[in-house]
């Protein structure tokens, strides 16, 4: 019986060992899937299609979560401290990312990084150096527009071509977690995201009644309520785990729509496409590039003439935008003239900026102008908002998408959202075969023990 005791302990113990092998081999493996978790938050948002996500993904991964990025020759990294990885783009020249950010964000009004992570840092960048360089650009052409308008043109047209649509890349991606609240005169919109859930809820300014669509990683649903101080009743929910789809309905549609929100300043109303794919498009035909001097200030004026899409419900004909070279080619004013069944009409929008390189929204003014078929009078239609728009230094977390958050029960049998790792269950299993093998050991003590006590009892 004893040889059996002590036979079972050792195999306690190298179960145990077996357990321990086990955890240390899968926690690399869990450290992995974890890496590619942060490096997807990281590379959100970029363009899967064209390859972005993927180079991004892969750069990620190869260096161990922190995206490898390389400065070009006009970049000089030893000026910045050793901290991470080199960024360089045309604006900012270097910009040091911290690996330890799972989230960068760059501060629209201090010269640092904000940092979303376990080991948040504020980092130096060279905004000196970008509004330096602007403002050498910007005299330089100040002189050359003494010489003829058609050379000035070109130069502004080469400038436009090779630096607005990269711009214009960029200030999507610096605010693409941009939300916050935007004020019209019928409506309040209020706006936010994360990686992966978000959520808007529309106020009317008049009855107090609300409506809010959301989504996060297991459900997305629809509610109302009929004033400010009454409950939230749900309309509608949809599971995902459950293989429901919600794709084209009503709550995708929603969130599509008010998800241009973050970046809407490089989107041409109506249709809301974005300004670098329009000018890029074979359909758009360059008319004219022209500098213009508003309040002392260089501008620039492009003109578009575009052969309309088809599919589009409104048919796009021409644009003009008025450009701001000084602060990454931001749009000032945009006018874009349409078609449809209806009749022909112009929208036009004016923006004005929060301070800051690649700045938010703080008032919109969009007006619409329509020719409408057997109509004399034309319709006219007039919205002025006010955004406060920026981005958190810490984005909402997941608990804020949810139904609970709104008073109301999650839904029955919602599945846990991350298990726990396979290593913590080999790491349990090594502990139990441990007491096992020590309670084995105990009881083969005390059995000796008690073999042992007649014969010293009889001597």
Known sequence: MNALLRFGSKCSVAAAAFCVILALLSAPQNAKADQMDDCQKMCYG????????????????ASGGCPQQTCSSDC?????????NGKCDKKDACTKVPCSCKIIYISEKADHCECSGANSRQLPIAVGRNMLRNFV?????????????????????????S??????????????????QVLGEKTHTVYKKNEICRSVQITTVASGASEL????????????????????????????????SDSGGLIQTRLEMYSTLSDEAIRL?????????LVSSPRSKLQGVSPRTVNNATLVEVRFLVDPDPSDKRLLTDFTLLLD??????????????????????????FTYAPGVFPLLQRS???????????TEKWKSVADETWDFQVPPRLPKDEEFMLSTYGLPEPVGLAKRKANPIYIWFIACACLFVGIAVCLRYLTYMRERRLRSPHKAQS
Request: charged share 20%; aromatic share 10%.
């Open 137 to 161: 650009g910007t005299l330089s052409m100040a002189i050359s527009s003494v010489g003829s308008s058609g050379a000035t043109d070109d130069h502004w047209r080469s400038r436009f071509e």
């Open 269 to 277: 109303d109506p249709d809301h496409k974005y300004l670098y794919d």
């Open 325 to 350: 070279p000084s602060r990454n080619w931001i749009p000032l004013t945009t006018s874009a003239k349409v078609r449809n069944r209806a009749g022909v009409g112009t929208h036009t929008n004016e």
């Open 46 to 61: 970029l363009d899967l299609m064209s390859g972005e996500w993927s180079d991004c993904i892969n750069s990620c991964m």
């Open 213 to 244: 669509f959301a989504e996060n990683a297991s459900y997305s649903f629809h509610l109302k309520k009929a004033s400010a101080d009454k409950d939230w009743l749900l309309v509608s929910i949809v599971m995902k785990f459950d293989g429901e």
């Open 76 to 84: 000089d990294a030893s000026n910045f401290p050793k901290c991470g």
């Open 163 to 180: 630096e607005a649509p990269p711009a214009w890349h960029q200030y999507q991606m610096r605010n693409q977690f941009a939300q916050g």
């Open 365 to 375: 003014l969009n007006g619409q102008e329509y020719d409408l078929i057997g109509q």
